[in-house]
T-cell receptor, first 117, second 111 residues
Framework: GAVVSQHPSWVICKSGTSVKIECRSLDFQATTMFWYRQFPKQSLMLMAT?????????EQGVEKDKFLINHASLTLSTLTVTSAHPEDSSFYICSARRGLAVNNEQFFGPGTRLTVL | GESVGLHLPTLSVQEGDNSIINCAYS??????FIWYKQESGKGPQFIIDIRSNMDKRQGQRVTVLLNKTVKHLSLQIAATQPGDSAVYFCAENNAGNMLTFGGGTRLMVKP
């Protein structure tokens, strides 16, 4: 099957620091990866769409300068939360779409829990 | 704006019973729908999908029904087991070719 990993699984950081989260497609190439944020007892909210070799597309209300996304290869996308604050504490989930067809299944990573003190 | 399933209700069922989880969507342009299962602290897990040219699709113990007339999607789980306890989300692939998730339903299976 298609496996997507995330690293780290959880991270605790101090307010004002930056945190990088990695999303990897382990056994397939992903032209497109997606970053979601999920607050407790809520649904997944799409933050941005990450395309390999180009700039990410951010959803309305998501600050691109705060949530830096880099998709440097077909198997790796990174999300950096810059100058993190307690309100950024959340569960961050990535997904990767295999192939180019827009209706191709997205495979989700296990998520990264970020806690900002 | 258009959205999918705005609530996070809880469905409690007895082990062995059938479960039905519902989802309403409002984007008539959506042509592809997916059900995901999410266990606590984990990412969503694909269960079953259906395209808009179908009304019903069956998998192992699961069936998805799509009613485009009333923009309604349902997930039926046969012989529900304790391992089915999780939050279930429907998602639609909209005209922007992105997934929009519904609010989710928590399924609790009583042994």
């Amino acid at each position: 099957g298609a496996v997507v990993s995330q690293h780290p699984s959880w991270v605790i950081c101090k307010s004002g620091t930056s945190v990088k989260i990695e999303c990897r497609s382990l056994d397939f190439q992903a032209t497109t990866m997606f970053w979601y944020r999920q607050f407790p007892k809520q649904s997944l909210m799409l933050m941005a769409t990450s395309n390999e070799g180009s700039k990410a597309t951010y959803e309305q209300g998501v600050e691109k300068d705060k949530f830096l996304i880099n998709h440097a290869s077909l198997t790796l996308s990174t999300l950096t939360v810059t100058s993190a604050h307690p309100e950024d504490s959340s569960f961050y989930i990535c997904s990767a779409r295999r192939g180019l067809a827009v209706n191709n299944e997205q495979f989700f990573g296990p998520g990264t829990r970020l806690t900002v003190l | 704006g258009e959205s999918v399933g705005l609530h996070l209700p809880t469905l409690s069922v007895q082990e062995g019973d059938n479960s039905i989880i519902n989802c309403a969507y409002s984007n008539s342009a959506s042509d592809y729908f997916i059900w995901y299962k999410q266990e606590s602290g984990k990412g969503p897990q694909f269960i079953i999908d259906i395209r808009s040219n179908m009304d019903k699709r069956q998998g192992q113990r699961v069936t998805v029904l799509l009613n485009k007339t009333v923009k309604h999607l349902s997930l039926q789980i046969a012989a529900t087991q304790p391992g089915d306890s999780a939050v279930y989300f429907c998602a639609e692939n909209n005209a922007g070719n992105m997934l929009t998730f519904g609010g989710g339903t928590r399924l609790m299976v009583k042994p």
